[in-house]
Every structure is written in C-alpha cells, then in structure tokens.
Nanobody
Framework: QAQFVESGGGQVQPGGSLRLSCAAS????????VAWFRQAPGKEREGVSC????????YYEDSVKSRFTISKDNAKHTVYLQMDNLKPEDTGVYYC????????????????????WGQGTQVTVAS
C-alpha cells in the first residue's frame, strides 16, 4: 500500500526552526512530484511547497518563500521540509502527498491532484 509517514513536528517559539520528514513506502519518489500541505485549525488544507520527481523543480507558497526549503533523498525514500524563522501563522498539521498527475511542480499546488496522504505531524509555533 502506497503511503507517506510524516514526522518531525513539535512546538517551537517564533523564530525557531523545525525539519519535517516524509517517508514514502510502496512507490518511488522519482515517479511523482511531492508536496507538503498544512492545515490550520478551522481552515482548509493548503499546499505550501512542492518538489519535482526528477527535474529539480520546486514551488513555495508566498508566505513561506525564503523561510522554508524542500528537498528529497530518493535513496532514502524521504522528502524533507526545513522550516526556519517560524511564525505563529505557520501553526497547523503538516502533511505530504504525491501528485499522481504531474512529475514537475507548477505555479501552484492543487490539493485534489494528490494522493497517498499520511497522518500528518503537528507544528505549533507559540511563545
């Protein structure tokens, strides 16, 4: 069964950093573009970053540009999200998922194009 398992969340103070990991099983990361999503309480799930399957393409939502960095290690079947200078508005459950329709990242992240959702990892930014 294809799925992701997210880890690395926690509680940090504003300005702090976290590194999230997303381990894939049941498929290879060089098949699909993979995106990180977050869902804040009472809000819809939104895509914050994407990494392409083989072309090195990336995407960042405007609010996380210059603060978040997405990367992946195909040999370890893992996608990472380095989050620096965290803000309270970054609080939420973070998920990763594969875009079964695309191998490269586009100009946005379309939630319904993604599958293999994990259970998510909670990130809380508070002083």
């Amino acid at each position: 069964q294809a799925q992701f398992v997210e880890s690395g969340g926690g509680q940090v103070q504003p300005g702090g950093s976290l590194r999230l990991s997303c381990a894939a099983s049941g498929f290879f990361l060089d098949y699909y573009a993979v995106a990180w999503f977050r869902q804040a309480p009472g809000k819809e799930r939104e895509g914050v970053s994407c990494v392409g399957a083989r072309d090195g393409s990336t995407y960042y939502e405007d609010s996380v540009k210059s603060r978040f960095t997405i990367s992946k290690d195909n040999a370890k079947h893992t996608v990472y999200l380095q989050m620096d200078n965290l803000k309270p508005e970054d609080t939420g459950v973070y998920y990763c998922a594969a875009n079964l329709l695309r191998t490269a990242c586009g100009s946005n992240v379309v939630t319904h194009e993604h599958s293999y959702w994990g259970q998510g990892t909670q990130v809380t930014v508070a002083s």
